[in-house]
């Protein structure tokens, strides 16, 4: 139905920077927001950031805040998450979501998921 693509995952060094971008296609319309998950080995899978497709109001999650930027080109059906100052707690499997009824952070609440990308952080 909706179909989401992350790439840009890699490894880098800690203090180094690396974005990531979520292609979407499909049945798009009416969606209310995306967002960005992690989830490293052993742990559960935890909000990152999301952002509006309309208005493109942003919230971020404590961990990430004034590190990590999350936005969005419509046209492209896009969605982009810049890290910066990157810190090897931040390795894990990376997930774009969207969602569908609410802004929300909650994983469960999200509706259609990207298979994934790995960030890897050493140092």
């Known amino acids: 139905q909706v179909q989401l693509v992350e790439s840009g995952g890699g490894l880098v060094q800690a203090g180094g920077s690396l974005t990531l971008s979520c292609a979407a296609s499909?049945?798009?319309?009416?969606?209310?927001?995306m967002g960005w998950f992690r989830q490293a080995p052993g742990k559960e899978r935890e909000f990152v950031a999301r952002?509006?497709?309309?208005?493109?109001?942003?919230y971020y999650a404590d961990s990430v805040k004034g590190r990590f930027t999350i936005s969005r080109d419509n046209g492209k059906n896009t969605v982009y998450l810049q890290m910066n100052s990157l810190k090897p707690e931040d390795t894990a499997v990376y997930y774009c979501?969207?969602?569908?009824?609410?802004?929300?952070?909650?994983?469960?609440?999200?509706?259609?998921w990207g298979q994934g990308t790995q960030v890897t952080v050493s140092s």
């Open positions: 979501a969207a969602n569908i009824y609410y802004s929300g952070i909650d994983p469960a609440s999200y509706d259609y």
């Open positions: 499909g049945r798009t319309f009416g969606s209310v927001a």
């Open positions: 952002i509006n497709w309309s208005g493109g109001s942003t």
